[in-house]
């Protein structure tokens, strides 16, 4: 496990899946203070830590919030919050792609932002949740895979921009993960409600990866971790794809 002693961390989408895996998993490896960004305030005042815990209870697309974010000290982030939908492109309504659009990218720059101007001469190592879907078309999600293809560009740009200060900007692109945002997806949702949560996972994970599995969050969780370390000090600029051979 990589060592966080002492470091400071920003996470949005916290309370839960990858986010919260993350926070649990830093925390653990000694991080000194943990900066929990989610819009569901009750599950984030629930987030029980091993490290000071800094709880805000906010909308990342929301300009407004990032005014009231103390980060000062900041040596890591991990820009994570996000939402899931599905439809056609034929049948998409505007206000639902706008939606999945602003949480996904807008969220994720405004987070960005916050965080390159925190670390601005000081150095640090950030880690953008992008997806699979952001690599290989599929029908059905239009908004969501043009979202997190954004975020896999972003991150290039903000590596670029970022590295004169020392700033390491990398994205994660996980295929299926076993968390609770299946759950905006109706296809899972009517499967799952049949056979049950785990049976669905399991189910679609064996259609759609060569390896037969989707990832658990912890999985992921220690894979930012190894992005916003030490171990991945001349890592800048990439993005790690984490699909079990989805995307082949």
Request: proline letters at 2%; aromatic letters at 4%.
């Amino acid at each position: 496990m990589a060592n966080f002693e002492g470091k400071i961390a920003l996470i949005t989408g916290a309370a839960s899946g990858i986010g919260l895996a993350v926070a649990g998993h830093l925390a653990d490896a000694g991080a000194a203070k943990l900066i929990l960004v989610d819009r569901d305030a009750d599950a984030l005042a629930a987030v029980e830590l091993r490290a000071a815990t800094v709880r805000v209870a906010g909308d990342v697309a929301d300009e407004a919030l990032w005014d009231r974010v103390d980060l000062a000290g900041l040596d890591h982030a991990v820009v994570n919050a996000g939402v899931a939908g599905a439809s056609t492109i034929a049948d998409h309504d505007f206000a639902e792609w706008r939606r999945i659009l602003s949480v996904n990218l807008d969220g994720a720059f405004l987070t960005l932002r916050a965080a390159m101007r925190a670390m601005k001469g000081r150095g640090g190592s950030i880690v953008l949740t992008a997806s699979a879907a952001g690599v290989k078309a599929e029908p059905g999600v239009a908004a969501y895979g043009c979202s997190k293809a954004a975020l896999i560009h972003l991150a290039k740009v903000a590596a670029k921009e970022g590295a004169t200060d020392g700033i390491r900007v990398n994205a994660i692109a996980p295929a299926g993960v076993e968390t609770r945002v299946w759950d905006a997806v109706p296809m899972f949702a009517e499967r799952a409600a049949q056979i049950g949560r785990d049976a669905a996972f399991a189910e679609m994970a064996k259609l759609a990866t060569p390896l037969g599995r989707y990832a658990k969050a912890d999985e992921i969780a220690a894979q930012i971790a190894f992005l916003l370390g030490e171990e991945g000090a001349l890592i800048t600029g990439t993005t790690l794809l984490s699909d079990g051979g989805y995307t082949l």
